[in-house]
Nanobody, 115 residues
Framework: VQLQASGGGLVQAGGSLRLSCAASGGIFSRNIMAWYRQPPGKQRELVAT????????YADSSDKGRFTISRDNMKNSAYLQIYSLKPEDTAVYYCSAKVSGSNYWGRGTLVTVSS
């Protein structure tokens, strides 16, 4: 499975952004997809997961309203919509796929939020 994240950039605080993750190889509908982020100088952390059923999990329930994870199996893609961006959202965002017990990672996309 190969993953390519895109959609990052420089955004002002309060803005929104939609990240995309295009997958190739394997059967996308069988992948559990997730978004992680790694802020500068910090460890990578889970943001959200979307299961094959379409059910979702958000790591920080208090931020659930600002993040929306989705998937489009017909397009072999997963998405992360981020609303009301804050400077602390600045990070490299990675998408991952979990299938058959294996985890796959794509190259991240940098999101920079200016105050």
């Amino acid at each position: 499975v190969q993953l390519q994240a895109s959609g990052g950039g420089l955004v002002q605080a309060g803005g929104s952004l939609r990240l995309s993750c295009a997958a190739s190889g394997g059967i996308f509908s069988r992948n559990i997809m997730a978004w992680y982020r790694q802020p500068p100088g910090k460890q990578r952390e889970l943001v959200a997961t979307i299961y094959t059923s379409g059910n979702t999990y958000y790591a920080d329930s208090s931020d659930k309203g600002r993040f929306t994870i989705s998937r489009d199996n017909m397009k072999n893609s997963a998405y992360l919509q981020i609303y009301s961006l804050k400077p602390e959202d600045t990070a490299v965002y990675y998408c991952s796929a979990k299938v058959s017990g294996s985890n796959y990672w794509g190259r991240g996309t940098l999101v920079t939020v200016s105050s």
